[in-house]
């Protein structure tokens, strides 16, 4: 139990596009998922805190209008990031909690790369 | 700032060796979880532990929960290749985002 899906798992785009990255709990009901950036050999980076059917809380640094999240269901939230440019690439991650409880179970990451 | 400090950073050992990987802070978390992490993949979850002085075993990892939970540490015993990776841990606390540490890059050689 506790899967957690990515879509698409890496994406090449152009400078100036924006793209959209889906977050899915497959077999449960996510109130709350969270947005982690990665860059090479580093830990997590939370971005955001995505709650179903409420605004995103935004970590400090993180431009809200440039990474827009969108947390429509209980087991889909998207980020999408707008207007991208060549440093915006690097590994975006994604995790749910399972009835509010503290354990976050991770998605398999979306590799992105701006051109 | 809550902060988990994790040691050491990196480590490379010869397989069958035993390591630790500690985890430490100031703060008092009600859960910790360990995380390993392969690369180009997400993290997968190891375990969770929420009791002081709290002890789990999975083959051969041995995870501990400080009894004053601040701390924790991951020790493997007869490492193998496959152990390979970042082991990262994260503190909770209720509603609050986890906070991770920076990690410990494990390699180990055959």
């Known amino acids: 139990g506790a899967v957690v899906s990515q879509h698409p798992s890496r994406v090449i785009c152009k400078s100036g596009t924006s793209v959209k990255i889906e977050c899915r709990s497959l077999?449960?009901?996510?109130?709350?998922m969270f947005w982690y950036r990665q860059f090479p050999k580093q830990s997590l980076m939370l971005m955001a805190t995505?709650?179903?059917?409420?605004?995103?809380?935004?970590e400090q640094g993180v431009e809200k209008d440039k990474f827009l999240i969108n947390h429509a269901s209980l087991t889909l939230s998207t980020l999408t990031v707008t207007s991208a440019h060549p440093e915006d690439s690097s590994f975006y991650i994604c995790?749910?909690?399972?009835?509010?409880?503290?354990?976050?179970?991770f998605g398999p990451g979306t590799r992105l790369l701006v051109l | 700032t809550q902060l988990l400090e994790q040691s050491p950073q990196f480590l490379s050992i010869q397989e069958g060796e035993n390591l630790t990987v500690y985890c430490n802070s100031s703060?008092?978390?009600?859960?910790l979880q360990w995380y390993r992490q392969e690369p180009g993949e997400g993290p997968v979850l190891l375990v969770t532990?929420?009791?002081?002085?709290e002890v789990k075993k999975l083959k051969r990892l041995t995870f501990q929960f400080g009894d004053a939970r601040k701390d924790s540490s991951l020790h493997i015993t007869a490492a193998q290749p496959g152990d390979t990776g970042l082991y990262l841990c994260?503190?909770?606390?209720?509603?609050?985002?986890?906070?991770f540490g920076k990690g410990t890059r494990l390699s180990v050689i055959a």
């Open positions: 995790s749910a909690t399972v009835d509010s409880g503290e354990t976050q179970y």
């Open positions: 532990v929420v009791t002081g002085g």
């Open positions: 703060s008092v978390f009600s859960s």
């Open positions: 994260a503190g909770g606390k209720g509603n609050t985002p986890l906070v």
């Open positions: 995505s709650n179903e059917g409420s605004k995103a809380t935004y």
């Open positions: 077999d449960f009901q996510a109130t709350t």
